[in-house]
C-alpha cells in the first residue's frame, strides 16, 4: 500500500533528525534576534546529544584543541577564584560558560551533516528579515521598539546587529559568485543592500571593521590575481567616494579618530569627562588595563578584576572592551596564550576543508580577531555563542573530514 520511503517518514530515526535539524536552523535564526530562544534551543541541541549520545566520537573531539583549549581557558578564570576572588568574578565566569558547550554542540552537529547548512540558512534568513525591516524603519520611520531614524536597529544593539550583517554579506557575496541567474542577482542585490545598511544607516563603526577585514580576506583567499586586482580596484574608488563625499561613516570615523586624540591629550582631573565618548572610554580602558597587565603579568588578576566607574559613580564597567586584554588582565599571559593557540588551531583545521569553506572561515576568524581590538566578543553573549557553534561546526566537520572524507575533495559541510 506505502512505499518504503514513504513510510520511512514516520520511523524514530527520521522524526528525531527533522526535530534536530529544525533546531539547527532555528539557532541560526535566534542569535541575530533573540537570546531568550537561543538559550532555549540551546537547550534542546543538548537534550538532542543526551538522547543520541555518542561516546566514539566523545572520545575523539575530547582530544581536539578546538575542544579542550576553551575548557582550558575557562579552568583557568575559574582556579583565580581560589587565590583572587573577586566579587564580580562568579558573574564573569557565568558568562564565560559558553565556552563549554563546544564538546556537546559538536556532537550536535555530528548528527547529521545538514545541521550546519540549517544553521547558516536560518542566520541569513534573520540577518534578510532585520535588513528588510530596518530599511522599513529608515525610510518610513517606524515606531519599532527602540529603534530610531538615525540608527535602525530592529532586534539587538547597533554593534550586534552590525557585525552580524557584516558577515551574513560576506555569505552573500560569496553565493553571488557561486551562483547563476536570477539566484546571483538576488544575492548580489542582498549584498549590496546589506553593505548600505553597515555603511549608511545603523550606528556602529564594528560593521565597518568587520565587513572590510572579511571581504579583503576573502578576496585574497578566493580570487584569482585579476579578480583581486579588478574587486581591489573598485573597493579603492568606494573607499575614496566614502572619504570624499560627507556620509554617515565618513563622520563617525573621524569622531572616532578625534575622541581617541582627546582623551589621550587629556590631564589626569579631566580624564573622565574628556574620555567619557564611545572610543575616548575604550582608550581609557586599555591604558588601565595595561597597568594592571603590568602588576600580574604571568597569570593575571583573575576573572572579574577589571573595575571601571562612570563618570556620575552609578555604575560600574566589568569589560575592558578588548578580548585580548581581558583574557591578559584575568588570566595573564598564560590565558592570552591559550586564548591565541585557540584561535590558530581554528585556522589550522579550516585550512584541512576545500578552498571554498576555508576561505569563509578563515575571513570570518580574521573579522574576529579584528573586532576583539575594540570588544570582548567571547564575553558578549551574541557574538560569543555564533563563534563558540562555528567552533563547534568546525570541530564536527574535522572529524568527518578525517573519518569519512578524507580523499573527498568537494565536500559540502554547510554555506552553500
Not at 346 to 370: D, G
Not at 400 to 414: A, M, S
Request: some cysteine; proline content about 3%; glycine content about 6%.
Amino acid at each position: 500500500m506505502f512505499s518504503a520511503p514513504f513510510l520511512n517518514y514516520f520511523t524514530p530515526q527520521h522524526r528525531f533528525t527533522t526535530f534536530a535539524t529544525v533546531i539547527a536552523f532555528l539557532l541560526g535564526f535566534s542569535l541575530p534576534t533573540s537570546n531568550v530562544l537561543m538559550h532555549f534551543l540551546l537547550v534542546l541541541a543538548l537534550l538532542c546529544v543526551f538522547l543520541r549520545p555518542n561516546r566514539h566520537f566523545i572520545k575523539i573531539l575530547a582530544k581536539n584543541p578546538l575542544v579542550w583549549l576553551p575548557a582550558v581557558l575557562f579552568l583557568l578564570l575559574l582556579l583565580s577564584l581560589l587565590t583572587q576572588y573577586d566579587v564580580y568574578g562568579v558573574k564573569m565566569i557565568y558568562k564565560y560558560k559558553k565556552l563549554l558547550f563546544i564538546l556537546p554542540l559538536s556532537l550536535f552537529f555530528l548528527m547529521s551533516r545538514s545541521l550546519s547548512k540549517q544553521f547558516v540558512k536560518g542566520f541569513l534568513l534573520a540577518n534578510a528579515i532585520i535588513l528588510f525591516t530596518s530599511f522599513l524603519i529608515w525610510e518610513f520611520d517606524l515606531p519599532l521598539g527602540t529603534a530610531y531614524l538615525s540608527n535602525p536597529t530592529v532586534f539587538k544593539m547597533h554593534i550586534t546587529q552590525n557585525f552580524f550583517m557584516a558577515l551574513a554579506v560576506l555569505i552573500w557575496l560569496q553565493q553571488t559568485f557561486h551562483h547563476k541567474g536570477i539566484k546571483s542577482g538576488g544575492y548580489a542585490l542582498l549584498t549590496c543592500l546589506g553593505v548600505y545598511n553597515i555603511f549608511f544607516m545603523v550606528q556602529g563603526r564594528t560593521g565597518y571593521l568587520a565587513l572590510v577585514v572579511a571581504f579583503f580576506t576573502w578576496i585574497f583567499l578566493s580570487c584569482s590575481k585579476v579578480h583581486q586586482l579588478r574587486m581591489i580596484i573598485v573597493a579603492l574608488i568606494l573607499g575614496a567616494v566614502l572619504v570624499i563625499v560627507p556620509n554617515k561613516a565618513n563622520v563617525r570615523m573621524h569622531t572616532a579618530i578625534k575622541e581617541i586624540q582627546t582623551c589621550l591629550a587629556a590631564s589626569q582631573p579631566n580624564l573622565l569627562e574628556a574620555c567619557g565618548t564611545s572610543m575616548g572610554l575604550r582608550t581609557m580602558f586599555a591604558l588601565r588595563s595595561w597597568q594592571l597587565i603590568k602588576e600580574a603579568p604571568i597569570l593575571g588578576h583573575g576573572a572579574g578584576s577589571f573595575e571601571h566607574v562612570s563618570k556620575q559613580g552609578n555604575f560600574i564597567i566589568h569589560n575592558p572592551h578588548n578580548e585580548y586584554l581581558i583574557q591578559t588582565l584575568q588570566s595573564g599571559l598564560l590565558g592570552l596564550t591559550v586564548f591565541l593557540v585557540w584561535m590558530w588551531c581554528f585556522f589550522r583545521s579550516a585550512c584541512q576543508h576545500p578552498s571554498e569553506i576555508k576561505n569563509m572561515f578563515i575571513a570570518v576568524l580574521m573579522s574576529y580577531m579584528a573586532c576583539h581590538f575594540f570588544n570582548s566578543f567571547l564575553l558578549d553573549s551574541s557574538e560569543g555563542h555564533l563563534f563558540v557553534i562555528l567552533t563547534a561546526i568546525l570541530a564536527s566537520r574535522s572529524v568527518h573530514f578525517k573519518t569519512q572524507h578524507h580523499n573527498q575533495k568537494n565536500v559540502d559541510i554547510g554555506i552553500h
